[in-house]
């Protein structure tokens, strides 16, 4: 899924980060490289599905070994080979980790993984916790919200949890946050993956805790979705409507922070 690595690597970029990187299938390389002009693509070998081989495992690492943070999942696939890659990579990285979509639902299969990771910053929408913890329906999560994420980061102490939807939570094993950013107009394709590029992105610098960093990304990308519902209509808001009000977006912080 070429779109969400583009809009997540663009977020990174968009937080601030002065170099992003971006692992890429070999086939795939040239379709994403021609969409993003300030994002260093990585061409990797991949699976006969054109998703990731388990033999890019060592190149990975050794690029890791340069970072901040690594982003793992958007646009990964379910493929089986690419799942063993992303185990591996969880089990191996020495970086910190923000991890969103396929990640996770990679990570349902050994979550005893989490607890081998010093910072990690997870963000599932209610469908992949609930693939993550076992409760079988985004509904069942959905009714138990707050409940399902406190339980959650008291069993992995070492977690920074981003619940997504509605009144998006951010929970450590210490707080809780509730956002009150943001519309039912986000509620499409790609807004995640923004989310995540830009949690990394704030994370990167080294500046903020993993909470600080999901919990200030939370904040802003609620913003720049209402930023962009303004000027677009609730209706039409698409992912990369998002990705463009972000420096609105930090441009209104900015000026709020300086009147208080």
């Known amino acids: 899924m070429t779109g969400a690595a583009y809009l997540c690597s663009e977020a ?21 490289a021609s969409k993003l002009t300030c994002v260093i ?7 006969p599905q054109r998703t990731l081989s388990y033999r890019a495992r060592e190149e990975i690492l050794k690029a890791s070994e340069k970072v901040q943070v690594v982003v793992m999942g958007p646009g990964l696939s379910k493929n089986p ?12 990285l020495p970086a910190k980790l923000v991890i969103d979509a396929d990640g996770v639902n990679a990570l349902a299969e050994r979550p005893s993984l989490l607890r081998k990771i010093r910072d990690v910053i997870l963000t599932p929408h209610p469908g ?15 009714t138990r919200r707050r409940e399902v994420a406190t339980q959650f980061v008291k069993e992995y102490t070492n977690v920074t949890l981003v619940l ?5 939570l951010v929970v450590d094993n210490k707080r809780l946050y509730i956002n009150l950013t943001g519309n039912p107009g986000m509620a499409s394709a790609g807004t995640g993956d923004v989310l995540t590029g830009l949690i990394a992105g704030l994370w990167a610098p080294g500046g903020l805790a993993a ?5 200030l990304g939370v904040y802003l990308h609620g913003l ?37």
């Open 12 to 32: 990174v970029l968009r937080a601030g980060a002065g170099l992003v990187t971006l692992g890429i299938p070999e086939s795939l390389n040239p379709i994403v």
């Open 224 to 260: 720049a979705g209402d930023i962009a519902r303004n000027e677009k209509g609730e209706t039409s808001l698409i992912a990369t409507d998002v990705l463009d009000a972000l420096p609105k977006a930090f441009l209104a912080y900015k000026r709020k922070s300086r009147r208080s």
């Open 128 to 142: 992949e916790m609930a693939h993550l913890t076992g409760l079988g329906s985004s509904g069942e999560v959905q």
């Open 41 to 47: 693509t990585m061409p990797l070998p991949e699976t």
């Open 164 to 168: 997504k939807g509605h009144k998006t």
């Open 81 to 92: 080979e690419t799942r063993m890659l992303i185990l591996w990579l969880l089990e191996t």
């Open 211 to 215: 909470f600080e960093a999901a919990q």
